[in-house]
């Protein structure tokens, strides 16, 4: 990549992201290819988006046939397509209703208002410790990392944390002044960290007892990514209210806001809207991704390679105890949490031709789209392997 490229990123946008140096010509499958042809695994996905890979067939050509037919409708006018996500999306979930959005930090956004509306302004919404929900004002009020809050207070008011997996604190906490309490049941950003079955359990026997809202938070863990359809499969439970975005519109803007229960009849028209939210290209391309990764044995393979990955793993792990402390996750979103910041191992692996992420200063997050397959795992085993030897 020429020093000029990089220049001209400082030069014209606002100082947001720390860049990676690296010019991509174009995407195929599991692979981005740089401008002058060198290919790299990525196993960074977009960070959860890009779960059918790059240059996917039935997203390209779901794209071109609903671009031929009209790009964009008026929200006084609803499209097929945008049923047919829908209904795809409400029965894949078992929630009933959907409001559509472009983006996962407004899916959060419309929920923290549609919540409000029904328990009012004075209770209490919590979220957990190391959470991550989005960049918005209500999202960010729900965002425990500290870092992503500094210098925007004033936020929202009655909101809280409750420590993850902390039962003490859950009962300690929660009150008949509680209106919801917001979860990823497997936190991405904050370094993949697994809710305990035992604390998933508390918490719904408490909101049966006392009727305040679960709001699954399934932005990054939705749409197979963990072997299941989301997340709170795992735990065989169902949430109130469940928010979706990255994967579903297969690169294309999309996210959305399903509810079931009373939740369904909280917004009345005008209580809430989007210009561009559930765009009909993104709705077509959204479709495909639910065909092509619920009507195929795509699922079975994200189990089937995601243990195989995770175990070989664990047997890294026991050759470097002293760099590697644990290995967790689910399906194809894995954490290797390391005994020092992973910046390094990152940067290492990128000159191996492998891309990965590293989260919380020292997890490795791993988040290989759902189409990887063995031969590509093995790729990064043997990358990651000869990494740690160079440490
Ligand atoms: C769990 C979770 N919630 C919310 C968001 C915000 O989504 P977006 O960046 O689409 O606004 C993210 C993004 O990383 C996320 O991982």
Excluded: W
Aim: net charge neutral; glycine share 8%; charged share 20%.
């Amino acid at each position: 990549m020429s020093d000029d490229f990089l220049t001209r990123e400082k030069q014209f946008f606002l100082n947001t992201y720390d860049r990676i140096p690296l010019n991509f010509s174009y995407g195929e499958g599991v692979h981005l290819i740089t401008e002058n042809g060198t290919k790299y695994l990525d196993f960074f996905s977009g960070l959860a988006v890009n779960a059918l890979g790059y240059n996917h067939p039935a997203i390209n050509n779901a794209i071109k046939k609903q671009i031929e037919r009209f790009i964009h409708l008026s929200n006084y006018f609803v499209a097929d397509v945008q049923i047919m996500f829908a209904q795809k999306i409400a029965g894949i979930s078992g929630m009933s209703k959907v409001f559509l959005t472009n983006s996962g930090t407004e899916a959060v956004e419309a929920a923290v208002k549609l919540i409000r509306k029904i328990k009012g302004p004075d209770k209490t919404i919590f979220s957990l410790s190391h959470s991550f929900h989005g960049r918005t004002y209500g999202a960010l009020s729900l965002t425990d990392r500290g870092k992503y809050k500094a210098g925007f207070q004033p936020l929202p008011p009655n909101t809280d944390i409750i420590i993850f997996n902390d039962i003490n604190d859950l009962q300690k906490k929660i009150t008949s002044n509680t209106a919801a309490v917001f979860i990823e049941f497997i936190q991405g950003e904050g370094g993949i960290n697994e809710a305990s079955k035992d604390f998933i359990n508390k918490l719904f026997e408490l909101k049966d007892h006392i009727g305040f809202a679960i709001a699954a938070d399934e932005i990054q863990t939705g749409i197979g990514r963990t072997g299941e359809p989301f997340a709170f499969n795992h735990y065989n439970v169902e949430p109130d209210i469940l928010l979706v975005a990255k994967s579903v519109g297969g690169g294309l803007p999309l996210g959305a806001i399903l509810t079931k229960r009373e939740y369904d009849n909280a917004f009345t028209p005008g209580s809430h809207g989007s210009t561009f939210g559930g765009n009909p290209v993104s709705c077509a391309a959204g479709l495909a991704v639910l065909n092509e990764i619920f009507e195929t044995d795509l699922l079975s393979n994200v189990n089937r390679n995601g243990k195989y990955f995770i175990n070989q793993l664990k047997e890294i792990q026991k050759m470097f105890p002293e760099y590697i402390k644990d290995v967790r996750g689910k399906g194809f979103m894995i954490g290797v949490e390391l005994s020092r910041d992973c910046s390094t191992v990152v940067t290492e692996l990128r000159k191996r031709n492998v891309l990965a992420n590293c989260t919380n200063e020292c997890v490795l997050r791993i988040l290989p789209p759902l189409i990887a397959t063995k031969t590509d795992i093995d790729f990064f085993l043997y990358n990651f392997h000869e990494t740690l030897k160079t440490l």
